[in-house]
């Protein structure tokens, strides 16, 4: 046992507290960032089909450097005084006017050199919301906050055998637009696999009008949210108490970025949904049985 350590152990608890020195170790900032996701109609010259529904992202326009002028999540520091779920219900409503909502705790990252200012690591959260229900204002920090369309696209994958197992390398381009403005990046993510443990690894490339490394925890999101429509009700907070199969189908086409086929969409959520006796009947479409969502279903199937 060395001296310092038969010293610590002669001390109190409160005698070790009060002589220890918080300097001791570099302190890295902490902060949170938001992704809020939404679907939206977007409508249809032929009056006779279903709007399309369209994936949407919530971003802030920076009004402070850094990256002053570019699009970037909701965000902001943790006070010494609130747990970081206060934060970023304290930071959202700061940042959006939203408030109220169910957020999940996403990822942490913790990439050195990922904030130009200082050592941050920031705790993302992630929420799948009706826009209709709230009315985005942006923060006096932000110079505008607006809904974008956003899709990921794989461009190229590689994978490479080696001795103790193999390498996948994807590469994946980022698109983010509105009728007003865009933002793109391009990232490549390396998972390893070796004497069989995994780790993975992404790299921003390219990033145009995309603050910070919110790319990443964009395309991040993205995944987490399509692994998430299948074993949660999620979509279902998209829709209105009564809904058209049709309608289920377009939101989870949306989401899971794919066409689905209708028959074996069905099968897929018959325990999920519960047939009323109700029909709706509007001009140009057939009359549609309407369903409501099956709170009873088994979530573990």
Same mark, same amino acid.
């Given at each position: 046992?060395t !001296?310092?350590q038969?010293?610590?152990?002669a001390?109190?608890?409160?005698q070790?507290?009060d002589?220890?020195? =918080? %300097?001791?170790?570099v302190?890295?900032? =902490?902060?949170?960032?938001?992704?809020?996701?939404? =679907? $939206?109609?977007e409508?249809?010259?032929?009056y006779?089909?279903?709007?399309?529904?369209?994936?949407?992202?919530?971003?802030?326009?920076r009004?402070? #450097?850094?990256?002053?002028g570019?699009?970037?999540?909701?965000?902001g520091?943790?006070?010494?005084?609130?747990?970081?779920?206060e934060a970023?219900?304290?930071?959202?409503?700061k940042?959006?006017?939203?408030?109220?909502?169910?957020?999940?705790?996403?990822?942490?990252?913790? *990439?050195?050199?990922?904030?130009?200012?200082?050592?941050?690591?920031?705790?993302?959260?992630?929420a799948?919301? *009706?826009?209709?229900?709230?009315?985005? &204002?942006a923060g006096?920090d932000?110079?505008?906050?607006?809904?974008f369309?956003? &899709? *990921?696209?794989?461009i190229?994958?590689k994978?490479t055998?080696?001795?103790?197992?193999?390498?996948? !390398?994807?590469?994946?381009e980022?698109?983010?637009? %509105?009728?007003?403005?865009?933002?793109?990046?391009?990232?490549?993510?390396?998972?390893?696999?070796?004497?069989?443990?995994?780790?993975?690894q992404?790299?921003i490339?390219?990033?145009?009008n995309?603050?910070?490394?919110?790319?990443?925890?964009i395309?991040?999101?993205l995944?987490?949210?399509? %692994?998430?429509?299948?074993? $949660?009700?999620?979509?279902?907070?998209l829709?209105?108490e009564?809904?058209t199969?049709?309608?289920?189908q377009?939101?989870? !086409? =949306?989401?899971?970025?794919?066409?689905?086929?209708?028959?074996?969409?069905?099968r897929?959520i $018959?325990?999920?949904?519960?047939?009323?006796?109700?029909i709706?009947?509007?001009?140009? #479409?057939?009359?549609s049985?309407?369903?409501?969502?099956?709170p %009873?279903?088994? #979530?573990?199937?």
């Amino acid at each position: 046992m060395t !001296e310092k350590q038969t010293r610590q152990q002669a001390l109190t608890e409160q005698q070790f507290l009060d002589e220890y020195d =918080v %300097n001791r170790y570099v302190r890295p900032s =902490v902060s949170v960032d938001m992704l809020l996701f939404t =679907v $939206t109609d977007e409508e249809r010259d032929n009056y006779r089909k279903l709007s399309d529904k369209a994936l949407k992202i919530l971003l802030i326009k920076r009004g402070v #450097h850094p990256y002053q002028g570019e699009w970037a999540l909701p965000g902001g520091f943790v006070s010494a005084d609130e747990s970081i779920d206060e934060a970023a219900i304290r930071v959202l409503k700061k940042e959006t006017n939203v408030s109220e909502v169910y957020l999940e705790q996403l990822y942490t990252w913790g *990439d050195i050199g990922r904030d130009p200012r200082a050592r941050v690591i920031s705790c993302s959260y992630m929420a799948l919301i *009706d826009c209709e229900l709230y009315h985005i &204002q942006a923060g006096e920090d932000a110079a505008d906050a607006k809904w974008f369309h956003v &899709q *990921d696209q794989w461009i190229q994958k590689k994978t490479t055998v080696t001795e103790k197992g193999w390498v996948i !390398e994807k590469w994946v381009e980022l698109r983010i637009w %509105n009728d007003e403005e865009s933002a793109t990046a391009k990232l490549k993510i390396t998972k390893t696999v070796e004497n069989g443990h995994s780790r993975e690894q992404q790299e921003i490339l390219e990033s145009h009008n995309l603050a910070f490394d919110h790319a990443k925890m964009i395309l991040y999101a993205l995944e987490r949210l399509r %692994n998430k429509v299948d074993y $949660t009700d999620i979509a279902f907070h998209l829709l209105p108490e009564l809904f058209t199969l049709s309608e289920l189908q377009q939101v989870f !086409e =949306v989401i899971l970025g794919k066409e689905l086929l209708a028959a074996a969409f069905r099968r897929k959520i $018959t325990d999920k949904v519960v047939e009323t006796n109700q029909i709706r009947r509007n001009a140009g #479409h057939r009359p549609s049985k309407l369903y409501k969502y099956n709170p %009873n279903w088994n #979530h573990e199937q």
